[in-house]
């Protein structure tokens, strides 16, 4: 049951700043960038975590990279098999916010804490007993393992905070409180910059720890975050404020999650298997290939996590304008909302393009690593331009509540394009290393026009959560 007396009338009387903004009248231009922005903030700074690591690991040589990035793509193989709470849960929240029903929308929220809490500490425990096992499936390079298994077996429990903090920042950006998760990311984020290089080199008084430093400084950060996150809910500081007393699982809210969520989880899955899969077709090429093919992925989460975020914001206003019973607006919402990330992907990656030399050193100045990795990001960027259309569109999908196409879509072009493609060009061709990098992005060009003209289709509108 949820505490009546936290849940308050919407919107809050005398509250006019975005945290409690109705998303559902007003501008719909005005209102994908007030939602948005703040979540590109905060999907950047989330970013930096990843890529500050990256950046101070590379002073320890090609096979720390590799370790490192490889522990990465591990970690999120594992935590994207519960991501399909979230989708689940945010569908549901922004439709019942979108509808005027807090009492739902806080009871979603109440049920999701719990679970993902459950779900997190499994993870922390079984992935840091089986992390050597995990990495020896990617590779047989002892020193890749080695370094990579020091790392991950801390940097699990870390991401099991993670998972937990990002459920916290769902439920604020659901309910359309995009401001306290900025923040909140912000705080955490700048004691991760300013504590990592002091524990992986032991300036100052603290100890050298390596690459285990750098994991030490991902659970201490995102621990403040999981920190901060609570307090705003539990103290209502945000849209929904949270009370345990009488707690009791709900069993029709958690299979409304699951039954939205599911389909999304099967598409996270498997999408963290391609990449898996990926970095075992680099990692037979050397630590050079592998080391470059971490670079680009490092550089790709820095551009798409802006674009994930107009995404983010696009699929809130899509579920509560459908709560809300305008399907058009809607739809117009996301499709404004792919026009700007449009935008900013070829501007960025026209940058990049000019500048790819100092981009490329920022990671690592070895000879080897710095060719691979200028073709990489080259042929990568054949992909970026579509990404407004692969992100908003599909987070609007899921949005909507509509999950089940964007998993269809995922695993087609995963094990009809991706896969076989790569093996195709990286045993059967000259290409190398080079056409795995080939594949992807056939891949990504594959699935945004799919997704495209799926959601023109406007089927999604009439899904019932």
């Not at 007030?34 to 903030?41: D, G, H, N, Q």
């Not at 709470?85 to 929240?93: D, E, K, T, Y």
């Not at 691979?372 to 999908?397: D, E, K, N, P, T």
């Amino acid at each position: 049951m949820v505490d009546k007396d936290t849940v308050r009338a919407f919107p809050p009387p005398g509250r006019k700043d975005i945290a409690h903004r109705d998303w559902t009248e007003g501008s719909i231009l005005k209102n994908v960038l007030l939602l948005s922005w703040p979540m590109a903030v905060t999907q950047t700074v989330m970013a930096l975590g990843p890529t500050i690591d990256i950046i101070w690991v590379g002073r320890l040589g090609a096979a720390a990279v590799a370790g490192v990035g490889i522990s990465g793509v591990a970690m999120q193989f594992m935590m994207s098999l519960m991501m399909g709470l979230f989708q689940g849960m945010r569908a549901l929240i922004a439709r019942a916010v979108g509808s005027k029903d807090m009492e739902t929308a806080h009871l979603v929220a109440q049920q999701s804490i719990v679970i993902s809490a459950m779900l997190a500490a499994a993870m922390a425990i079984i992935g840091h007993f089986f992390s050597e096992e995990i990495l020896r499936l990617i590779t047989p390079d002892p020193e890749i393992v080695r370094l990579g298994t020091a790392y991950l077996s801390i940097a699990f429990i870390g991401g099991a905070t993670m998972v937990f903090r990002m459920m916290l920042d769902a439920i604020m950006q659901a309910s359309g409180d995009p401001m306290n998760p900025m923040w909140i990311a912000i705080i955490y984020r700048l004691l991760h910059v300013i504590l990592c290089p002091f524990l992986i080199f032991g300036w100052w008084i603290f100890p050298e720890l390596g690459v285990r430093g750098a994991a030490y400084t991902g659970v201490i950060a995102q621990g403040l975050g999981v920190v901060l996150g609570l307090g705003v809910l539990l103290t209502a500081r945000s849209r929904i404020s949270l009370s345990f007393r009488g707690f009791r699982f709900d069993a029709g809210i958690i299979w409304r999650i699951l039954r939205i969520g599911l389909p999304a989880s099967v598409t996270g899955v498997q999408q963290s298997l391609n990449q898996f899969i990926l970095q075992i077709f680099m990692a037979l090429f050397g630590a050079a290939a592998l080391a470059a093919h971490v670079i680009t992925m490092r550089l790709e989460m820095f551009i798409f996590m802006p674009a994930m975020s107009f995404g983010m914001g696009a699929g809130v206003l899509v579920g509560q304008n459908l709560g809300a019973r305008q399907p058009e607006r809607a739809k117009r919402s996301a499709w404004i909302a792919a026009g700007f990330v449009e935008a900013f992907v070829i501007a960025v990656s026209l940058v990049i393009f000019i500048w790819i030399g100092p981009v490329v050193h920022l990671f690592s100045a070895e000879p080897a690593v710095d060719i691979l990795a200028r073709q990489f990001i080259y042929i990568a960027m054949l992909g970026w331009i579509v990404m407004g259309f692969l992100f908003v569109l599909m987070s609007g999908l899921q949005g909507a509540g509509d999950t089940l196409p964007p998993m269809v879509i995922s695993i087609t072009t995963t094990w009809l394009v991706t896969v076989p493609l790569a093996y195709f060009l990286s045993h059967h061709t000259s290409s190398g290393a080079v056409g795995v990098r080939w594949a992807i992005t056939a891949s990504v060009l594959i699935g945004a026009a799919i997704i495209l003209i799926y959601f023109r289709t406007g089927k999604w509108k009439w899904r019932r959560v």
